[in-house]
């Protein structure tokens, strides 16, 4: 069975940095695509960053230039660097991925597109 295992969320001051990672263990397939989503107590998961089977990504304009989304294929690990924390960042954080290829930008990314899923690591922003 395909799982995923996310690391590396915690606790840190704003303009602090945090590096999350998310294992893929089960299949290793050519291609697939993979993105992390968070949700904020009391709001929606949303769409974070997105790397699809072409190799683009794409990124939620409010974490652009803050959060980098890096995916070392060879070992199916993705990871998303993020710099300059803002309090508004604190969310559990999930990534998700999918074995169907697929191209996807931040207006496409759906979280029905995504089968498998990990079981999320919270960050924690304070001011």
């Known amino acids: 069975a395909v799982q995923l295992v996310e690391s590396g969320g915690g606790s840190v001051q704003s303009g602090g940095s945090l590096r999350l990672s998310c294992v893929v263990s089960g299949y290793t397939p050519s291609n697939y695509v993979m993105a992390w989503f968070r949700q904020a107590p009391g709001k929606k998961r949303e769409g974070v960053a997105v790397f699809d089977s072409a190799g683009s990504t794409s990124y939620k304009d409010s974490v652009k230039g803050r959060f980098t989304l890096s995916h070392d294929s060879s070992k199916n690990i993705m990871y998303l660097q993020m710099n300059n924390l803002k309090p508004e960042d604190t969310a559990m954080y999930y990534c998700?991925?999918?074995?169907?290829?697929?191209?996807?930008?931040?207006?496409?990314?759906?979280?029905?597109?995504?089968?498998?899923w990990g079981q999320g690591t919270q960050v924690t922003v304070s001011s």
């Open positions: 998700a991925a999918d074995l169907i290829p697929k191209r996807l930008t931040m207006a496409t990314l759906r979280e029905a597109l995504f089968n498998y």
